[in-house]
């Protein structure tokens, strides 16, 4: 079972990727999956509309795909970030099939973006201890302090409305461009930007 704020466990096993940030006045804002044509303007709309920058973990193929939405991202002051090629679990993907795949991730993203990145967050977040050693070197792994669970779809919209508004200067929230989480992403994202803005807190890049 997936809970909104990351089980302590997994911080303990896992001391080196990183959960949140040291600031006081900025809270991060992460959307997996992406770009996604019709999701990912959306989200990019809301952002605007409290100049909030965010950082997007996007898919390697999804990128080749819809580019165009990838410079707009870039364009609007928001960040590209590796999640793989193809979406990979780490736990089901030999290590040698998973780096290839966060390379390959990794030459799009810096393609687009026109410099190195460093960020790579691990589909479903998980990824085995080999995994990690193989890929800290290059990169800083990054999980999150707040999970939107805007992929569930029965979800309990209210609940996790209130969980995420508990979020502080620091914190890494996680929100998806994808389809399955639209539905909820649209009730979730609007109120969760107003109530975060109204606490003065900012919205800034990892
Ligand atoms: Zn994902």
Redesign the pocket.
Known sequence: MISNQTPGILKKIYPSLTWEKESSSEIYLTF??GPHPEITPWVLEQLDAYEAKATF?C?GECLNQFKKIAEETINRGHKLAN?TYH?EKGWKTSNDAYGKSVEKCNKVVNEIQKQPNKLF?P??GRIRRNQILQLRSNFRIIMWSHLALDFKEKLNISKSIRKLKAARPGSIIVF?D?EKSFENLRKMLPECLAHWSSLNYKFAVL
Do not use: C, I
């Open positions: 997996d999956d973990f898919v999640h979406h967050r589909p479903y998806h994808n």
